[in-house]
């Protein structure tokens, strides 16, 4: 009788969807509900059918894969998304999938019962490649947004949400997370960076997944000519904004060591040669998985813009396009995660996700954790993105182990 899941069957599913869905150009290119998307849809189903598991997908899209406890209540939840940014790779969420039904399939096979339900998740559109925006399986069944907001997203083609769920699902149920179906939910995921391969680190316990804040900010002053105008009688919006891009750098170290500040787009105008620039827009986005620190963090940066405005006579406009309070992870899920690692001899290290994950919308509601597995080279998005089977197999065995300590309380 097996002792533990199998890592030679998880790779074989991941090595099966490998097929699907390689972008032309690199890595894997799978939108929601898409032909790729459809087709690890297909084989999450077959498997879990095969494993004598009940599958049903939910009005958001999602597909949950439920083995019965002993007996009825709240289920325990893992798994992660099915979809991919463009040229992306093969694990950033499907490992999380197939992973949780790894260990559901160890379970049966062994004749292991827990005493909770225990649900495999396949996770509808995290990625936001389809509908531009992001986490809508786990938005609709936490509440985070409202499903008549999903349900009316179009596509590029004008595809509705809705239309597309029913067309793939003509027979979805409806669910929701609460304290009442949900006991708590775990996601597996790469971890997207550089902290656990520098530290020859196999597992990270994730203790918050970060909050963030993104703004635009324009810059006013006024155009000139490049020949005529004297350096010491410009309103140059261009050269004000690279000022103020360097205070955006600095911020952060004011703030505390796990606080980001980051400037990815910039775009001046008019954008002549020879025009010394009226205007200047571009982005901020900070985060912090401390609410206090992210909102400190937020008042340093607009005290350093608006200190470069005043001494650079320029007009100063900051426009927030969005903001999320971080997501603490459950106590209790990350030392179930440090126990499990200890008693498999794997080492683990306490960290905060900088990235935005499902598992955000469920902490909001229930017990939620995550544990990270290292990303090589910390590679992400990207078609480098992979992870040795070594720290992939410890870290479906730590999922199995806190799996079923959470299903068995
Ligand atoms: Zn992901």
Redesign the pocket.
């Known amino acids: 009788m097996p002792q533990g899941p199998s890592i030679e069957r998880l790779l074989n599913d991941l090595d099966i969807i490998s097929r699907f869905g390689k972008a032309p150009g690199g890595g894997y290119s799978r939108p929601a509900f898409g032909e790729a998307d459809m087709a690890i849809r297909g084989h999450f189903e077959q498997e879990a059918r095969a494993a004598g598991l009940e599958c049903f997908a939910d009005h958001g899209g999602n597909l949950h894969a439920v083995f019965p406890g002993e007996e009825d209540g709240p289920a325990v939840i893992s798994g992660?998304?099915s979809d991919s940014v463009p040229h992306g790779g093969n694990l950033?969420?499907p490992l999380g999938v197939f992973s949780a039904l790894e260990v559901l399939r160890f379970w049966k096979e062994s004749g292991r019962k827990p005493r909770r339900p225990v649900t495999a998740l396949l996770i509808t559109g995290?990625?936001g490649s389809r509908f531009r925006k992001g986490t809508l399986g786990s938005s609709y069944i936490t509440g985070a947004m409202t499903p008549e907001f999903i349900d009316a997203l179009t596509d590029g083609d004008g595809q509705r949400f809705d239309a597309l769920v029913a067309r793939h699902y003509p027979e979805r149920r409806r669910f929701m997370v609460s304290p009442g179906t949900t006991a708590a939910f775990v996601e597996l995921?790469?971890e997207?960076g550089k902290v656990l391969e520098s530290e020859a680190v196999q597992i990270g316990a994730v203790e918050a997944i970060t909050g963030l804040t993104q703004w635009q900010v324009k810059v006013l002053g006024e155009a000139d000519h490049a020949g005529t105008t004297p350096m010491n009688m410009r309103h140059d919006a261009l050269s004000a904004a690279a000022a103020m891009i360097i205070e955006v750098e600095a911020a952060p170290a004011h703030v505390g060591p796990d606080s980001v500040a980051t400037v990815g787009r910039i775009s001046a105008h008019p954008g002549g040669v020879n025009v010394v620039p009226a205007a200047c827009e571009f982005t901020v986005d900070f985060r912090s998985p401390d609410p206090v620190r992210l909102q400190r963090l937020g008042e340093v940066l607009r005290a350093a813009l608006n200190g470069v405005a005043m001494r650079r006579e320029v007009h100063l406009e900051i426009l927030e396009l969005q903001s999320k309070q971080p997501g603490p992870c459950d106590p209790l899920i990350v030392r179930a995660i440090t126990s499990a690692c200890n008693e498999l001899h794997v080492t683990c290290r306490a960290m905060w996700s900088g990235?935005v994950?499902d598992a955000l919308h469920f902490s909001r509601i229930v017990p939620a954790g995550m544990l990270f597995v290292p990303s090589i080279g910390g590679k992400s998005h990207s078609p480098a993105e992979a992870t040795s089977p070594e720290d992939i197999e410890a870290g479906l065995r730590v999922l199995e182990r806190v799996l079923w300590s959470l299903a068995n309380p």
Do not use: L, R, T, V
Request: hydrophobic share 20%.
């Open positions: 992660s998304h950033d969420g995290e990625e995921h790469i997207q990235a994950h």
